[in-house]
């Protein structure tokens, strides 16, 4: 029997769907709908009405100061959730990838996977449907085994976070709505300096406090001095891995605090506390120029992966050269 394939988009009714993987889950899928300007598109496959896989994929605005200075963008974490034997995995991909490509095409200039667990699969599919691969860099962070979690920072981060503890910082995870708000205002703040960080809505972080905290999916912490949130981060966790999403500080105007650097250090103790076995920081920049970002993350002792991103672009001339550039 042929496979169904069923579309769900904001505002759809989602059934009871199996899963543990975050990144493909209807608790993802409404955080996004609640958040303004991202569009989540879920697509179910199925057959003789059991589920064999599922992809969730969100279209979102992209502001730039370089032409185009507003895109739409689709952006998809990992290639779907999968409910069947391996050997019949990427032809599920392929109806999948088929039809999310499809529907991204007409709403968004760009479509993009990221965060890939297997660099290698679906190769020949992704090719098929026009898409180009580059070369991307992850740092994941080992939480296992026996030794302490600051045996592998760097002496000067250690030194940092010292410091900053002794100086009157204070780190802690947040439910308070007025908190996390002030944090959501804090890290827009920082990030309006970084040009190359995208940072959603300030209702996004309220959201995420909605939808994933039920089941401890996600956590937000803050860092405070006399009673002032400096810093803080926010993390998502998806089967045994934790992911850092956000993280900054008012590392100008606190730096003998270094509110920065507790957010990161906070989100890793707690993960390893809970058990879980990496934290990956989730985007850390191209393989090919210095990035300040991952090198600052590389000082917690997180080891850098080579892997790549799947791009397509929907003008035809533009994606043909980016095929060639990069085939």
Not at 136 to 148: C, E, Q, T
């Amino acid at each position: 029997m042929p496979l169904l394939l069923t579309i769900y988009r904001a505002k759809s009714q989602l059934p009871d769907l199996p899963g543990t993987d975050l990144f493909h889950s209807t608790g993802l899928f409404r955080l996004y709908e609640a958040t303004p300007g991202y569009k989540p598109l879920l697509i179910i496959a199925s057959e003789d009405g059991c589920v064999k896989g599922k992809l969730l994929g969100v279209v979102r605005r992209s502001v730039r100061l370089t032409p185009p200075a507003l895109i739409q963008r689709c952006e998809v974490y990992g290639t779907g959730e999968y409910f069947c034997p391996p050997e019949q995995q990427e032809s599920v991909f392929e109806a999948l990838l088929a039809q999310l490509t499809k529907e991204a095409a007409h709403r968004s200039f760009l479509i993009e996977f990221r965060n890939l667990d297997d660099a290698k699969f679906g190769y020949r599919l992704f090719r098929q449907q026009g898409y180009f691969p580059i070369n991307w860099l992850r740092v994941r962070n080992s939480l296992h085994g026996p030794h302490a979690l600051e045996k592998r920072f760097s002496p000067s981060r250690m030194r940092q976070i010292r410091k900053g503890l002794k100086n009157g910082a204070e780190v802690r995870e947040t439910h308070d709505p007025a908190e996390i708000q002030a944090f959501a205002r804090m890290l827009h703040r920082v990030y309006s300096f970084k040009v190359r960080r995208h940072f959603p809505s300030l209702r996004f972080f309220r959201e995420m406090e909605h939808w994933l905290t039920e089941g401890e999916r996600s956590r937000i912490f803050i860092v405070t001095y006399h009673g002032r949130i400096i810093g803080g981060s926010a993390c998502i966790y998806s089967g045994t891995n934790a992911f850092l999403w956000f993280s900054g500080g008012m590392r100008k105007t606190y730096a003998r605090q270094y509110p920065g650097i507790l957010a990161v250090w906070y989100a890793l103790v707690d993960a390893k506390q809970r058990g879980y076995r990496h934290l990956e920081f989730m985007d850390v920049g191209l393989p090919f120029h210095k990035h300040g970002y991952r090198e600052f993350v590389q000082r917690f002792g997180g080891r850098q992966i080579s892997t790549r991103r799947w791009f397509r672009l929907r003008w035809r001339w533009l994606n043909k050269l980016f095929n060639w550039l990069y085939g």
